[in-house]
Nanobody
Framework: QVQLVESGGGLVQPGGSLRLSCAAS????????MGWYRQAPGKQRELVAT???????NSADSVKGRFTISRDNAKNTVYLQMNDLKPEDTAVYYCNVQFQYRGFNNYWGQGTQVTVSS
């Protein structure tokens, strides 16, 4: 079994910051990538940022320069530092891990709500 436990969401004013954390546990080997996605009401889930074990990152244009993804490989934990938050960043943020072990594995966290409002 694989579990992804997310934390750090909440309510913040525009221009504020939040840091999301996601700890992965269980039978996890050969991680391909970990990352964050988000889904706003009435919209499809979209990529926010991903990071490989080697540290290569990918992020959506809408968050470049404001959000930073990082990870602690020893702890199988990924972080998302979100600065200069905007109302349009309001969404449920989901952690994701993809790894190769007896086939391809793709797991999601339960989601954490981020609300940006004055």
């Amino acid at each position: 079994q694989v579990q992804l436990v997310e934390s750090g969401g909440g309510l913040v004013q525009p221009g504020g910051s939040l840091r999301l954390s996601c700890a992965a546990s269980g039978t996890i080997f050969n991680i391909i990538v970990m990352g964050w996605y988000r889904q706003a009401p009435g919209k499809q889930r979209e990529l926010v940022a991903t990071i490989t074990p080697g540290g290569s990152t990918n992020s959506a244009d809408s968050v470049k320069g404001r959000f930073t993804i990082s990870r602690d490989n020893a702890k199988n934990t990924v972080y998302l530092q979100m600065n200069d938050l905007k109302p349009e960043d309001t969404a449920v943020y989901y952690c994701n891990v993809q790894f190769q072990y007896r086939g391809f594995n793709n797991y999601w966290g339960q989601g954490t709500q981020v609300t940006v409002s004055s």
